[in-house]
Nanobody
Framework: QVQLVESGGGLVQTGGSLRLSCTAS????????MGWFRQAPGKEREFVAA????????LYADSVKGRFTISRDNAKNTVYLQMNSLNPEDTAVYYC???????????????????WGQGTQVTVSS
């Protein structure tokens, strides 16, 4: 398995931007598809975005499409989530996750991901 550490969360005003980073330890980062999930208080954890092993394919939740961008740098063992036009509904703990696989496929279900980070808090004030 790979160990994941998220960073970049914080407090931002409505309309602002944040970039989350998730750095993986260990080898073979490029053999994993990567995803971002989030969990708001009192709600289930939900899918946000995911990217396949080489960055060629991405998928987004409808709620963030056009505002968030997932990307990766395999040389740095890091996946990013650029979040623009943030609103209070984006307030949540954001989790990075890794799913083994070096194909075109982009996983989106929690069960597809075997390694998870500890999460980073994102708070958007109105």
């Amino acid at each position: 398995q790979v160990q994941l550490v998220e960073s970049g969360g914080g407090l931002v005003q409505t309309g602002g931007s944040l970039r989350l980073s998730c750095t993986a330890s260990g080898r073979s980062f490029s053999s994993y598809a990567m995803g971002w999930f989030r969990q708001a208080p009192g709600k289930e954890r939900e899918f946000v975005a995911a990217i396949n092993w080489n960055g060629a394919n991405t998928l987004y939740a409808d709620s963030v499409k056009g505002r968030f961008t997932i990307s990766r740098d395999n040389a740095k063992n890091t996946v990013y989530l650029q979040m623009n036009s943030l609103n209070p509904e984006d307030t949540a703990v954001y989790y990075c996750a890794a799913a083994a696989g070096s194909t075109w496929y982009v996983p989106t279900r929690e069960g597809d991901f075997r390694s998870w980070g500890q999460g980073t808090q994102v708070t958007v004030s109105s």
